[in-house]
């Protein structure tokens, strides 16, 4: 019953689901790699930065707070459990293309990664004309 209530163990799994990286995630809110992991391990966190990562992760609060892998599942299953005349399976009988769903992360990736270069060539601009 505590693993429900853990806020942390949820972030992680919607991170991943999401296909993001904690550095990632960490660059997005401004704060270290460590300091994500550490949120991750924590069983509450502040509201003010669960509503800064819910935003970075695409979902609100609430569904952090809600999330459980069991809904996952059951989501994902209702794909497969859609059955009419004879038993008949229609394995997407819904308006959710994963196709679509792949394109869409990977923009999201491509438009971070973008940005981390670009940060990156900052870096490197300001390193240069340090000297």
């Avoid at 942390?8 to 270290?32: F, H, V, Y």
């Avoid at 038993?87 to 981390?116: M, R």
């Amino acid at each position: 019953m505590a693993e429900t209530l853990h806020i942390g163990r949820k972030i992680s799994k919607i991170r991943e689901l999401r296909g993001i990286k904690q550095e990632t995630l960490a660059l997005e809110l401004g704060i270290s790699q460590q300091a994500i992991s550490k949120i991750e391990q924590s069983s509450d966190v502040e509201e003010d930065a669960l509503s800064k990562i819910a935003k970075v992760l695409g979902v609100t609060p609430e569904a952090i707070k809600n999330f459980s892998e069991e809904a996952v599942v059951n989501y994902f299953n209702t794909f497969n459990d859609n059955s009419t005349n004879n038993g008949a399976v229609y394995a997407f009988n819904s308006t959710f293309n994963p196709i679509d769903k792949l394109v869409e992360v990977y923009e999201e990736n491509k438009k971070l990664y973008e940005q981390l270069l670009a940060s990156e060539r900052e870096k490197i601009e300001l390193l240069k004309n340090s000297k």
